[in-house]
């Protein structure tokens, strides 16, 4: 077997981490395009990170410099399998003791859309973008992500295909909609190992009543919003919606709170408040029925719309009839309420992996190109996890063994790009220097500052890039 050439070492911490996927990589050029692309997606800019950008050339007169074509074929061209590099990567969080997914947590389904122009560009169509909070072209992909009050990763991603791009529309075999990728995602996440405690979505999968059939006839709990206007199948005299159902619950006040339940929640910046939940009963919905219709609201009197959920959950009420013959643990109200909370965290990851790491900054037009970009920005956002709660040591490279040693395809002396191609001029922040080595600090900022019970939702705001602001009233001299 020909001895494998050693790879130039990423910077800092960020070569313990790639080091682990080496084996995955059959070449040195996608072992070295592997590190170059994390370390650009890391690397603090002023600009989208585009492939110019990961490379640290200019923006237009850099893009035939071979940095930036090596990371194009890196990306488009090269043999790399990106589904074995994410298992990799589901692998390393399951392992270490810091960021393995316990039975306490909450796997979150939820798609998530960018604009993008023209129509040859895979998977683009003219649908909904919560990026731009209207229909619009773009790509929307569904992801996963397991969550609980202290942490959060992204698992998988699957871009969904819009029907016209298939012969025969939705009537096509490979066609699938959000709803069964979704499905297959949780399913994937079982399998993989990631233990959790139910999945949660919003109320574009709750709604859904075969979405909901599909997770409970795989074995998965769940606990899914609803709109309030949400039919349901009921005789003539019963409650049709989960708004009608709730309004029938008993309410005397505080101290009288007839059907309802205190539920205290407490937030991530240490205050607490006091909601209240019940068991509704809309048709044939019920406490002891194989679906159960939860309200949880700050004011039961007046159940206001943006402080009121309303959970579809086939998790079995405790001391009911189903808790013996349920797959699942039982769980009361305040479980149900502190699952549904822990489901916001997905927005919270939309709004680093976005904003931060470039997901939604690719100039490539193939599905493998997308999917591959989509999972290196994932190990980028795994990396800053991993190196907040064990920062490795910096490796030790002899020079000598960055030497060719045999046959083995590319060339580990490629040179950096040239000045005059790099961004001229004095940062004018010293926090665009050495990045990578405080990487831990890329997210902990964040993290520290955001509410555990609901975080501004990035897809309501323009998606042009702003001059960045410390993460932390704390960290002035890093990003």
């Keep these: ?23 995955l990589f059959s070449t040195l050029a996608q072992r070295r395009g592997f590190r170059e692309y994390l370390a650009g997606l890391l ?30 074929f890196f990306l488009s061209e090269s043999t790399w399998d990106h589904e074995r590099i994410n298992a990799r990567r589901v692998e390393l969080l399951l392992a270490d003791p810091a960021t393995a997914p316990h039975a306490g947590g909450v ?61 025969q529309g939705r009537n096509d075999p490979d066609f699938r909609t959000k709803l069964r990728i979704g499905a297959a995602l949780a399913r994937e996440a079982k399998q993989a190992g990631v233990s959790f405690r139910a999945v949660a979505a919003d109320c574009a999968y709750g709604d859904q009543d075969g979405f909901r059939s599909e997770l ?47 539920v205290p929640r407490t937030f991530r910046d240490g205050h607490t408040e006091t909601w209240w939940a019940a068991d509704a009963t809309p048709g044939w919905w019920g406490p002891d029925g194989t679906t159960r219709l939860v309200v949880a609201t700050a ?13 579809a959950t086939n998790l079995p009420r405790p001391g009911g009839p189903r808790e013996d013959e349920s797959r699942h643990p039982a769980a009361d109200l305040a479980e149900i309420v502190r699952v549904h909370g822990i489901r916001h ?27 591959r970009h989509q999972t290196l920005v994932n190990c980028a956002f795994s990396f800053c996890r991993h190196a907040w709660f064990a920062p490795p040591p910096l490796p030790s490279v002899d020079a000598e063994e960055l030497e060719p040693h045999g046959p083995e395809r590319g060339n580990s002396r490629v040179p950096p790009a040239p000045n005059g191609l790099l961004a001229p001029g004095d940062p004018g922040r010293p926090w665009l220097v050495g ?17 555990a019970h609901r975080t501004p939702d990035p897809d309501q705001r323009p998606r042009r890039r702003k001059t960045h602001r410390p993460l932390h009233p704390g960290l002035t001299n890093h990003r």
């Design 1 to 23: 077997m020909t001895k494998r050439v050693p790879c130039p070492p990423a910077p800092g911490p960020l070569e313990a981490y790639a080091a682990r996927f080496d084996d």
């Design 43 to 72: 690397l603090p800019r002023d600009r989208n990170k585009t492939l110019t950008c990961l490379a640290g050339t200019e923006p237009v007169v850099g893009a035939q410099h071979p940095a930036v074509q090596r990371l194009q």
């Design 107 to 167: 796997l979150v389904i939820d798609d998530s859309g960018d604009r993008k122009d023209g129509t040859a560009t895979a998977h683009v169509g003219k649908q909904y973008l919560g990026s731009v909070g209207k229909i619009d072209r773009g790509v929307v992909t569904v992801t996963t992500c397991w969550a609980d009050e202290r942490l959060y990763h992204s698992l998988h991603a699957v871009p969904y295909t819009p029907a016209h791009h298939f012969p």
């Design 216 to 262: 409970a006839d795989a074995g998965l709990p769940f606990v899914m919003a609803l709109k309030p206007r949400h039919g349901i199948r009921a005789r003539g005299d019963q409650a049709h919606t989960p708004v009608d159902a709730a309004r029938v619950l008993a309410w005397g006040g505080p101290w009288d709170p007839g059907d309802w339940h205190a």
């Design 299 to 311: 004011d039961p009197a007046t159940l206001p719309a943006k402080a009121t959920w309303y959970l």
């Design 345 to 371: 965290w997905i927005e919270q990851s939309y709004k680093q992996v976005k904003d931060e790491l470039g997901w939604a900054d690719f100039q490539v037009r193939s599905d493998i190109a997308i999917r």
């Design 435 to 451: 990045a990578l080595d405080h990487a831990a600090t890329l997210l902990a900022g964040v993290v520290d500052r955001a509410p």
